[in-house]
């Protein structure tokens, strides 16, 4: 079971302000705070906040606690500025959520860390004020049923992605090799050992629109696509359909067959829970403005079918943010996409990508909702040696963020990306150590130890 804990804190009259975000920063005459903690895992936890103004107007906010253990210490904030002296923290409002009206709330996260306890926070106050609670009873965590039973439908709340429960989740599993190549490897048998036995979340599933794939036979690959969002559903796993744009790299080349193709999957699959749709694999030699353009084109058709879908955006440098192009995420922050309940892809190869991507990933996640549609664990080309000691630490740093994560590939491609030995689709066996790849046997073992998704 993951800890989870709430504290709700009332404060009363609150005078004697000093101005955070104007001259005359005014705080209501009652407030509540409240607090939990979302997730934890070893060493480390989730938090988020909840400030709701029950007073007149406030033109500024400063909430501040303390972590009762040395060891808790708050690692990176999002929604407010967050800063830490010694055991006492303060979260501050932001430019664009420090003014809160009357009944109007703040919600603000961080990720901490700990080496002892994790022991709930104390003297809470809202500028300066004591405010007094209680702790309340800790929601429950999932024990049973597959992921889609358990979290329903998927929204985007903040920088996570969130389950029914409005609880941050993260979802690990598989992407598929091209369908019009590794068709034999995703058939019931193999959908039964990803759901059963690597006990997957998701499906990713990777529609090639060139190379042989989409544009040459567009009603088939659709129609391949829908059967899998329906096998993936039929065993509660989430469907990830990938419009898998590679070359050529700039996303508009392939506008008119994204609408279409979109149009099309969304109208048919509207009434699912578990679809996701991923609209660009991996702009490449484009900027991050005509790959923004062409989200901003293709969301609309998505969105009139299917309102309620997560949409995952693909970003520049093959995904990588803008990293892989000497860029950062300060484009996508800056100018993000003009649309609601959103996410945006980051890819990387473990041999290949390493420190200076993975400080763009934790820098990024304070500001933006990601999800890891694809990585492998060896390099860039799909090939060469499994770099276990990357793989490793980008996992544990994906599961401290809570990012969602699928990985390249669920296929027996001749390529130490795939995680099936050549010839094992199509034989029904696919958990056992003998069909297995060092890096399959790595991703089944990660995959497969307990999500405990919140349902409270």
């Not at 022991?119 to 024990?143: I, Q, R, Y």
């Not at 529609?207 to 794939?213: I, L, R």
């Not at 999957?265 to 484009?286: D, L, M, Q, S, T």
């Amino acid at each position: 079971m993951k800890r989870f804990l709430a504290l709700l804190a009332t404060c009363a009259t609150v005078l004697g302000l000093t101005a955070l975000t104007g001259p005359q920063a005014v705080a209501a005459a009652g407030c509540t705070a409240d607090y939990t903690i979302t997730s934890q895992w070893q060493g480390g936890f989730q938090a988020a906040v909840k400030v709701t103004n029950l007073g007149t107007p406030v033109t500024g906010w400063k909430l501040t606690f303390a972590l009762p253990d040395a060891g808790q210490k708050v690692v990176q904030g999002w929604n407010a500025t967050w800063s830490q002296s010694g055991s006492a923290v303060t979260a501050a409002g932001a430019d664009w959520n420090g003014t809160l009206a009357t009944g109007a709330t703040a919600e603000a996260g961080f990720v901490g860390s700990f080496t002892g306890a994790n022991p709930s926070p104390t003297a809470f106050a809202l500028n300066g004020v004591a405010c007094t609670g209680s702790t309340g009873e800790p929601p429950a965590d999932s024990d049973g049923g597959t992921p889609v039973d358990v979290n329903g439908q998927l929204h985007v709340c903040g920088v996570n992605l969130c389950n029914q429960y409005d609880r941050p989740v993260q979802l690990r599993g598989m992407s598929t090799h091209g369908i019009q190549w590794f068709d034999a490897c995703y058939d019931a048998a193999s959908l039964d050992a990803l759901a059963n036995d690597w006990k997957s979340d998701l499906l990713r599933i990777a529609m090639y629109v060139q190379e042989d794939g989409y544009e040459t036979d567009p009603a088939g690959f659709t129609r391949r696509v829908n059967d899998l969002v329906d096998m993936a559903e039929a065993r509660g796993m989430y469907a990830l359909i990938d419009f898998h744009t590679l070359t050529p790299g700039d996303p508009n080349a392939n506008l008119d067959r994204a609408k279409t193709f979109f149009a099309s999957v969304a109208a048919r699959n509207a009434g699912k829970k578990n679809v996701i749709y991923e609209i660009a694999n991996e702009p490449n030699g484009v900027s991050w403005t005509a790959v923004k353009s062409y989200a901003e084109q293709v969301i609309p058709v998505i969105r009139a079918a299917d309102p309620d879908a997560v949409v995952i955006v693909g970003t520049r440098g093959w995904s990588s943010l803008g990293v892989s192009d000497g860029s950062d995420e300060s484009e996508v922050v800056n100018s993000p996409v003009d649309a609601t309940n959103i996410m945006y892809a980051f890819h990387f190869y473990a041999a290949s990508h390493k420190d200076a991507y993975r400080s763009t990933l934790s820098r990024a996640a304070a500001r933006l909702p990601l999800f890891v549609t694809e990585f492998g664990t060896v390099s860039a080309t799909g090939g060469g040696a499994m770099d276990r000691a990357s793989t490793t630490a980008w996992l544990d740093l994906l599961d401290q963020l809570k990012i969602s994560y699928a990985n390249w590939t669920y296929s027996d491609a001749s390529e130490s990306s795939a995680a099936f030995r050549p010839g094992t689709c199509g034989g029904g066996d696919y958990s056992g150590s003998g069909v297995l790849t060092e890096s399959g046997t790595l991703l089944k073992n990660r995959i497969s130890t307990p999500d405990s998704f919140p349902t409270g």
